[in-house]
């Protein structure tokens, strides 16, 4: 086997070969080095993230599937590699694997004489450059039944799987898609099944997709072109809709396994070619493309206790869509469905340091697949300066109350724990322009000057003349501060500041900050 894979490896590094996806490519086969003639790899399930790729492969002295990975680098996909033989096991049911959304946890199923009943799902997590020892996942996951192809959804908290009342390498019968929660203390809640009107009778192969709500599975009884093939539901808080088929994908033979990443424009498969297989990915159509998912890679720093703060993310206007903590070192991490604008905070457990806040605006085209937050808390004393982030302002200037709630409740609570504290609400405009003639809309606002002209034989007239503008500073300096007024601030702990800088920028950047002098 070593020289087979010395061999291989030679064939590997000695072929280039790229995939070049230029728009939005309807077929898009995945480069030379995965795609290798000697591996014939089938089954491809890559991370949410985009980085990590499992697949099988019968490149063995026996001939068996192996379950291969590799990694995403900056050159592209390195060449494949088997995971290692405790992995690896002949009890395994070859394609019925799964890989976390970071690509560091994979799921195995396997009938080792330790589990619960036939095939168990198994975990192994990935330390380093080493796979741990495989781990049962227990009875709220695994049956006297059989369990295999888990799904973890891309914040964590569920995994969904197939039970089978038979399984097999080549066949499964009986089967049923299941999901479990995982609860606060990190276990997991006990496995129930999703609806009749999914689970017709052999329902199989899950995928939940990166919006959190997107799932494809597969199934011989839903009509089509054939033999099984893959469906679509989506879950919108309540129930889950019913199923209907991606014809773009399917052809008239067995379409089982699957997988997409969190970007959401194309489903991975393999397709038959002459002597073997390929991996390739098939382009979305609009109608049933999943939401792309933005994720957020943040870290705290500031305070002592780095897994202290509070970690929100609320769809603008409207409910908390995560709340969380980060770990020991001060990391944290969101993902953020397409469709919303968001506000992002983190926030003190104590009232005597300030909070951070920005917004993500998920509704444009193009959304990106990672943004990295640093958030820095800081100590409530004299010099502390804290940008505004959270205030949202209309098309016309005026401040959102309804998008800017958030900032209100997060400096009602600053200002209401810090009473001894004098504070300076700073709205500086960059871009100021002013003009004879109103010749742009965003030059709303009016000033007057009065000039007095010399007349030589007559006495001196007076004119008045009037610009446009662009500085709104005053009014919306007076909204923040009415609001907080309203809220039960006292009036002698806030005072407003305002400036306006001339610029070409375009369009014109109004910047809240708050100040204690």
């Known amino acids: ?155 964590g908290s569920t995994l969904y799987f197939m039970r089978c009342a038979s399984l097999t390498e080549t066949k499964a019968d009986g089967c049923k898609i299941f999901m479990a929660k995982r609860n606060a203390a990190n276990v997991w809640e006990t496995a129930v ?50 199923p209907v088929l991606l014809e773009f994908a399917n052809t008239p033979g067995d379409d089982v396994y699957g997988s997409a990443t969190a970007v959401g424009r194309y489903w991975l498969c393999d397709r038959p070619i002459k002597n073997g297989t390929e991996m390739a990915e098939v382009l979305f159509p609009a109608d049933v493309k999943p939401k792309a998912t933005l994720r957020i890679e943040g870290r705290v720093s500031g305070v002592a206790d780095l897994a202290s703060p509070f970690v929100y993310a609320t769809n603008m206007g409207a409910a908390v869509v995560h709340r969380t903590r980060p770990a020991k070192d001060g990391t944290f991490r969101l993902y953020l469905p397409e469709g919303s604008r968001y506000d992002v905070s983190v926030e003190p457990e104590q009232d005597n340091y300030t909070f951070f806040s920005t917004q993500f605006d998920l509704t444009a085209n193009r959304i990106p697949i990672m943004e990295r937050v640093e958030a820095k808390l800081q100590a409530v004393v004299p010099g502390t300066e804290l940008e505004l982030k959270g205030l949202v302002l209309d098309p016309d200037g005026h401040l959102s109350l309804r998008q800017s709630r958030e900032e209100f409740r997060r400096l009602e609570r600053m200002l209401k724990g810090n009473r001894d504290k004098k504070f300076v609400l700073d709205v500086e405009l960059t871009g100021y322009r002013k003009d004879s003639l109103n010749t742009d809309a965003d030059l709303t606002e009016t000033e007057s000057d009065t000039l007095r002209l010399m007349a030589r034989d007559s006495t001196d007239s007076v004119v008045v003349k009037t610009y446009y503008h662009n500085d709104r500073t005053v009014q919306q300096g007076l909204q923040v501060v009415n609001q907080l007024l309203s809220k039960g601030i006292p009036a002698d702990q806030m005072m407003l500041r305002h400036r306006a800088l001339p610029g070409e920028a375009r369009p014109a950047r109004t910047r809240f900050k708050l100040i204690i002098p």
């Not at 997709?209 to 494809?216: F, Q």
């Not at 893959?230 to 919108?236: A, E, I, P, S, V």
């Open 1 to 155: 086997m070593k020289r087979a894979h010395k061999r291989l490896l030679f064939l590997l590094y000695g072929t280039i070969g790229f995939a070049a996806c230029f728009g939005q490519a309807p077929y898009v086969k995945l480069p030379g080095n995965v795609n290798h003639p000697g591996l014939k790899g089938q089954a491809p399930y890559i991370s949410l993230d985009g980085n990590s790729l499992l697949f099988v492969s019968n490149y063995s002295e026996d001939q068996s599937l192996n379950i291969f990975y590799t990694l995403k680098g900056e050159g592209g996909w390195k060449d494949p590699v088997a995971l290692p033989r405790h992995l690896n096991q002949k009890l395994n049911l070859p394609k019925g694997f799964g890989i976390s959304p970071d690509g560091k946890q994979v799921f195995i199923s396997n009938t080792r004489s330790n589990g619960l009943g036939g095939y168990d799902i198994y975990s192994s997590d990935l330390r380093g450059a080493s796979w741990t020892e495989l781990q049962n996942l227990g009875m709220a996951i695994n049956s006297s039944l059989h369990e295999a192809s888990a799904s973890l959804s891309i914040d």
């Open 193 to 242: 099944a999703l609806p009749p009107h999914i689970n017709t009778g052999n329902s199989q192969m899950p995928r939940i997709l990166g919006d959190n709500e997107t799932l494809v599975f597969s199934s011989a009884l839903f009509g089509g072109k054939g033999g099984m093939e893959w469906l679509l539901t989506r879950f919108d808080g309540q129930t889950w809709s019913k």
